[in-house]
């Protein structure tokens, strides 16, 4: 059970990236590392970068959970 905390942890993380930049809260948004992609490229331009951020994120969860069950990575 225990080598499921890190994958839960990471897929947590992706969702909850993808979550905030849907919903554009202001306190997610203006943070100090999310406002240099927004004076880049805009704030709606800045939302879809850490959108697809979950996803990678949600993505590298999946492999750990996958890797973890067919033995490729050691759990410990």
Do not use: H, Q
Request: aromatic residues 18%; hydrophobic residues 60%.
């Amino acid at each position: 059970m225990s080598k499921f905390i890190l994958p839960t942890l990471i897929l947590a993380v992706g969702v909850f990236n993808i979550f905030c930049a849907c919903k554009d809260y202001d306190w997610f948004m203006n943070r100090e590392s999310v406002r240099g992609w927004v004076r880049l490229i805009g704030r709606n331009g800045a939302r879809v970068i850490y959108i697809i951020f979950g996803v990678v994120i949600i993505l590298l969860a999946m492999f750990f959970y996958y890797a973890r069950i067919f033995g490729v990575v050691d759990a410990d």
